[in-house]
């Protein structure tokens, strides 16, 4: 029996393929053109609409140029192709974002693409440039390779030198003070104040978030010889009595004497940074646990013992992130001394920094490899003490997470 009925089913006629996926199908394929014809014809209208709009004065008769049909031409085959590009690309993207292997790829690329283009690209191509002696106006046929020519030529340069002298400095006449007065006051902060926290902090972290030119020209008119807040400032206090002696009995030429100018130029850094620091070492104060501060409160600890033996010790983590921005942003400093103190640095170069040393050199002596090279120099430098610093604070702990 059972041979009998596969003998049976096997000499049945097959039954006719099905067509309802070919005509489901070409109705889908069908419904796919309309939409790209739609697309382009939407695009297209939009962009000779634009080109019209943006070019009615090339339509009058009397406006001279070419004829108003090969214009009008002209832009209808502009607008056509700009309208199937964008029909191509859309497909593109559908057909790409389609699979789900492609689409986390196909969203994350702008960054890729981006960062190439503006982030890596200009990294190489210093780099490249650095072994070169290139006068940008002669295009990028001027390039001549020298070697390490431009190496040799900045370290043997008495500016260069001038300018890592007065960047190591304002790095840390403003550099230290942002962290002895930050970590504190973060500490006053985080205990004296529980309600009025976040706005104080805020008002403190204000300056960061303000533009540096701005900063820097009101800092210029402060510093003012004959008519700044700060002279007259000290020309008040230089009259009380008891304490007038300790006060200049003169007015001071903070932005003209090279004395004065790296130490203007480095209050206005500090002022800057101490709000960012403060708000960096509050953030780590928030996180220790509250049952440490109330063990050192019933051990009898004072105030200034708490934050000796148990703050200092469980903020060196945060210390080593802090004081490593600020080695690599105080070496790096360009805005403020550029705008108090001018291109040049001031009188006799005395604010003179690498940053600035470079743009000038770039850009006024149009020697792009010298300074594509003094920047290289610069990254080595900040590289090493940024290991030194790591190093450092490794062999006292710093680099262990909070308990």
Same mark, same amino acid.
């Given at each position: 029996?059972?041979?009998?009925?596969?003998?049976?089913?096997?000499?049945?006629?097959?039954?006719?393929?099905?067509?309802?996926?070919?005509?489901?199908?070409?109705?889908?394929?069908?419904?796919?053109?309309? %939409?790209?014809?739609?697309?382009?014809?939407?695009?297209?209208?939009?962009?000779?609409?634009? #080109?019209?709009?943006?070019?009615?004065?090339?339509?009058?008769?009397?406006?001279?140029?070419?004829?108003?049909?090969?214009?009008?031409?002209?832009?209808?085959?502009?607008?056509?192709?700009?309208?199937?590009?964008?029909?191509?690309?859309?497909?593109?993207?559908?057909? #790409?974002?389609?699979?789900? %292997?492609?689409?986390?790829?196909?969203?994350?690329?702008? @960054?890729?693409?981006? @960062?190439?283009?503006?982030? #890596?690209?200009?990294?190489?191509?210093?780099?490249?440039?650095?072994?070169?002696?290139?006068?940008?106006?002669?295009?990028?046929?001027?390039?001549?390779?020298?070697?390490?020519?431009?190496?040799?030529?900045?370290?043997?340069?008495?500016?260069?030198?001038?300018?890592?002298?007065?960047?190591?400095?304002?790095?840390?006449?403003?550099?230290?003070?942002?962290?002895?007065?930050?970590?504190?006051?973060?500490?006053?902060?985080?205990?004296?104040?529980?309600?009025?926290?976040?706005?104080?902090?805020?008002?403190?972290? #204000?300056?960061?978030?303000?533009?540096?030119?701005?900063?820097?020209?009101?800092?210029?008119?402060?510093?003012?010889?004959?008519?700044?807040?700060?002279?007259?400032?000290?020309?008040?206090?230089?009259?009380?009595?008891?304490?007038?002696?300790?006060?200049?009995?003169?007015?001071?030429?903070?932005?003209?004497?090279?004395?004065?100018?790296?130490?203007?130029?480095?209050?206005?850094?500090?002022?800057?940074?101490?709000?960012?620091?403060?708000?960096?070492?509050?953030?780590?104060?928030?996180?220790?646990?509250?049952?440490?501060?109330?063990?050192?409160?019933?051990?009898?600890?004072?105030?200034?013992?708490?934050?000796?033996?148990?703050?200092?010790?469980?903020?060196?983590?945060?210390?080593?992130?802090?004081?490593?921005?600020?080695?690599?942003?105080?070496?790096?400093?360009?805005?403020?001394?550029?705008?108090?103190?001018?291109?040049?640095?001031?009188?006799?170069?005395?604010?003179?920094?690498?940053?600035?040393?470079?743009?000038?050199?770039?850009?006024?002596?149009?020697?792009?490899?010298?300074?594509?090279?003094?920047?290289?120099?610069?990254?080595?430098?900040?590289?090493?003490?940024?290991?030194?610093?790591?190093?450092?604070?490794?062999?006292?702990?710093?680099?262990?997470?909070?308990?």
């Amino acid at each position: 029996m059972a041979q009998t009925a596969t003998q049976a089913a096997q000499a049945a006629p097959s039954p006719p393929p099905e067509t309802g996926g070919t005509a489901a199908d070409a109705a889908a394929r069908h419904r796919g053109v309309r %939409r790209q014809l739609l697309v382009a014809a939407v695009l297209t209208v939009v962009v000779l609409a634009g #080109l019209i709009v943006n070019n009615l004065g090339k339509l009058h008769p009397e406006a001279g140029g070419q004829p108003l049909v090969l214009t009008l031409g002209k832009w209808l085959g502009i607008a056509v192709g700009a309208g199937i590009l964008g029909t191509l690309a859309l497909d593109l993207l559908r057909a #790409l974002t389609q699979f789900k %292997r492609t689409a986390p790829y196909v969203f994350i690329s702008p @960054f890729f693409i981006i @960062f190439a283009v503006f982030g #890596l690209f200009p990294i190489l191509f210093s780099a490249y440039l650095s072994f070169q002696r290139w006068d940008p106006a002669t295009g990028l046929g001027g390039m001549k390779s020298v070697g390490f020519e431009n190496y040799t030529f900045t370290l043997g340069d008495a500016w260069f030198w001038l300018s890592i002298k007065n960047t190591f400095w304002v790095a840390v006449a403003s550099g230290l003070p942002q962290h002895l007065v930050g970590m504190p006051l973060a500490y006053f902060f985080h205990v004296a104040y529980k309600r009025f926290r976040n706005t104080i902090t805020g008002a403190y972290f #204000l300056p960061f978030i303000t533009s540096s030119v701005a900063i820097s020209l009101i800092f210029t008119t402060l510093f003012s010889k004959d008519f700044g807040v700060v002279n007259a400032t000290l020309d008040s206090l230089a009259r009380m009595p008891g304490i007038g002696h300790f006060f200049p009995q003169q007015h001071i030429d903070w932005l003209g004497k090279s004395p004065y100018t790296k130490p203007a130029v480095s209050f206005v850094v500090w002022w800057r940074y101490l709000g960012w620091n403060t708000v960096l070492y509050l953030s780590a104060l928030q996180a220790i646990s509250a049952d440490l501060f109330e063990a050192a409160d019933m051990d009898g600890a004072s105030r200034w013992q708490t934050f000796r033996h148990v703050v200092i010790p469980l903020l060196r983590p945060m210390m080593l992130f802090a004081v490593t921005l600020t080695i690599i942003g105080n070496l790096q400093l360009f805005e403020e001394p550029y705008i108090i103190l001018g291109p040049a640095g001031g009188v006799e170069r005395s604010g003179l920094t690498t940053a600035m040393y470079m743009y000038q050199t770039g850009f006024d002596y149009n020697d792009f490899g010298t300074a594509c090279a003094i920047s290289w120099l610069l990254f080595i430098l900040i590289a090493i003490l940024t290991f030194a610093n790591q190093k450092l604070f490794a062999r006292h702990g710093g680099t262990e997470g909070a308990a």
